[in-house]
């Protein structure tokens, strides 16, 4: 019998999942990490550099927790990988993507030596 793979969607990224029975412990760190982030976030009035640069961290630790809890597999795509990372937009991939498909060259299929022998020889009756 088939083993039946199933996927989860992160940030509009599908993402294979590793170990289903993680998935509990993932959504309960996620949900008890969120309302502590929100009050750090509500306890500043002046942000400077080094906070915001410790916010953003602990946004981007709440969104790698699945593949860090081994819930999910991390993609094995960098860039689908920076998109959950919010690094980069789900739309400057799919338009990074579009322009690398616009730059390869098209190939066309070579016949083999058989292929070509074939078609030259043909039987005398």
């Not at 969607?9 to 959504?27: L, M, P, Y």
């Amino acid at each position: 019998m088939a083993d039946k793979k199933e996927y989860e969607e992160v940030e509009g990224i599908k993402c294979k999942v590793k170990n289903a029975n993680r998935k509990g412990v993932v959504k309960f760190y996620q949900e008890s990490l969120r309302p502590e982030i929100d009050k750090y976030i509500g306890s500043i009035t002046v942000w400077t550099d080094s906070k915001k640069n410790y916010r953003d961290a602990l946004e981007i630790n709440l969104k790698v927790a699945p593949f860090v809890l081994g819930w999910l597999h991390k993609p094995e795509d960098e860039d689908e990988y920076r998109v959950i990372k919010g690094y980069m937009s789900l739309e400057e991939l799919e338009a990074s993507r579009a322009k690398e498909m616009r730059k390869k060259p098209v190939t066309t299929k070579k016949a083999t030596s058989k292929e070509t022998a074939s078609k030259t020889t043909r039987k005398k009756i």
